[in-house]
């Protein structure tokens, strides 16, 4: 696979409870809010999946267009490569 793997250093925890999704890094001490699809991007990014299989998940599990699935994971990995939690 060629797409760039989420970091080791990224956990991830659904609050059932309250309903919040939240994206921790334990290398920085910084956490994120998700909503519910970065939260499945991320999950899916965790689990090695690449941009491709991520978009034709989101797309089948959310059944939304190809386009707007790949301009959310596009955007996600953005935010990730940006905030230093993929790895080189």
């Known amino acids: 696979m060629t797409d760039t793997l989420l970091s080791s250093q990224v956990y991830l925890r659904h ?4 309903g ?4 921790f890094c ?4 910084k956490h994120y809010r998700l909503n519910e699809s970065g939260f499945e991007i991320v999950r ?20 939304v267009t190809i386009e ?8 996600m990995f953005k935010f990730l490569s940006e905030n230093k939690l993929l790895n080189k």
């Open 26 to 29: 334990l290398d920085s001490g």
């Open 15 to 18: 609050d059932e409870v309250a």
């Open 20 to 23: 919040s999704y939240y994206l």
């Open 68 to 75: 707007d699935c790949q301009r959310d994971v596009d955007e």
């Open 44 to 63: 899916l990014a965790q689990e090695g999946k690449g941009k491709g299989d991520i978009v034709k998940w989101m797309g089948e599990t959310y059944n």
